[in-house]
């Protein structure tokens, strides 16, 4: 389960974070309390608290903790926020968000994924989030308009679905560009047909595929 010596490892993992610049003390309150070991396959639970991206199944990666504390920062979740996370893989960004915000759906187009994380997240007691299988180029028009959109696989285009299903004043952050290497971006919506951008450094992440598996 969760014992001295991974609170002990998760503790150095945050002063690392702190080193590389993540500030929000929120944001690394929560990742100080969730036990990302849990989150992965046993064979590499003892890399769990490196800051470093990790195979999980289905040939996709649990980010780093350092992007995820990035992109945590950027979509500055708050309490009564409703929030959609493309790409749940093994669920850690999902639980990290759902202890900050109102409600969380995450959508993972990997059924296998989907099955065993939906589960996971069931056992460990994070109710907040709503697992669904799916594309998440196009959304949860079901659950739509969000306050904030969180993409966590790398881009090539922006989803047109995912800025209809974007309430006005609401933040979209999504890792984009044409090669393996992405811009993280931030895009607001002013008005229902206005978006302003900013840019926030190079990232590596699994890409964002089409259709469902
Ligand atoms: N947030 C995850 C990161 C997983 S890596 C975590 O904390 O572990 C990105 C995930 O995005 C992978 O699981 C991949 O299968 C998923 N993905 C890629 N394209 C997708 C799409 N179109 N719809 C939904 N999920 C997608």
Redesign the pocket.
Known sequence: MDNYRHKGLRRRLINTLIEKGITQERILQVMNQIPRHL?LDSAFADQAYLDKALP?A?D????QPYT?AVQTQLIDPQTEDRIL??????????AILSQLCKKIY?????EQ?YTNTTLLLKKLGYTKVITLL????LGSPRHAPFDKILI??GADEIPSALLIQLKVNGKMVIPIGDGEVKVMKTITKISDTEYTEEVHGQFR????????T
């Open positions: 989150f999980i289905k996709q990666t649990i980010s995820v996370e493309i790409g749940t893989g093994s669920g850690y960004q999902a995450s959508i993972e187009r990997h994924l799916g594309d998440g180029y966590t696989a992440f699994v890409p964002f595929l089409k259709g469902t």
